[in-house]
């Protein structure tokens, strides 16, 4: 079993303007995806949302981070974010504010994830959205998953990770 490793000392920023330090999360499992809102893969919202709300109470926070890197699918600024997610796909798990995901202006998190747990032959770079991220508790990432990876099919995962206790 992984060692249980220091939560990074972030502080990330909510789509309305709140703030949420990533080391308030290291007794929960959390799933971070970078999400769009004109992808061909915006329906795994939906997806997303029944995850949050199946596994909430027992611990799993969903994280979606907005990007616009892709092909533009993120053009809108907060407020249109919040509405389209909302509006959509029923969204209440925390949407977070846009971000970039790789380059020189890549959140640190983002960075973090990529080298814990590197794309297909070894790729840290994202290549799309709905790329996502489950952290185990503790801060140990328990895997990345491909943009065409149905929400539905990490639920083993997430039924793993939910298991382990919370580390003191």
């Known amino acids: 079993m992984p060692q249980p490793v220091s939560p990074p000392p ?36 939906a997806g997303l949302q ?10 799993l926070v969903v994280l979606g981070f907005p990007c616009n890197q892709f092909g533009r699918q993120e053009p809108g600024d907060a407020a249109e974010i919040s ?5 959509n796909y029923g969204v209440d798990f925390q949407m977070m504010a846009k971000i970039e995901v790789n380059g020189p202006n890549a959140l640190p998190l983002f960075d973090w994830l990529k080298q814990q747990a590197p794309g297909l032959l070894g790729s840290t770079a994202i290549k799309w959205n709905f790329t996502k991220f489950l952290v185990g508790r503790g801060g140990q990432v328990v895997r990345r998953y491909a943009p065409n990876t149905p929400p539905k099919a990490l639920i083993a995962d997430i039924e793993a990770a939910l298991a382990v206790s919370a580390p003191d």
């Open 83 to 87: 509405t389209f997610c909302q509006r």
């Open 10 to 45: 972030w502080t990330l920023h909510t789509l309305d303007n709140q703030t949420l330090r990533w080391g308030d999360l290291h007794h929960n499992v959390v799933l971070v995806v970078n999400t769009a809102s004109a992808c061909g893969f915006t329906p795994q919202l």
């Open 50 to 59: 029944e995850l949050h709300t199946r596994y909430a109470e027992r611990g």
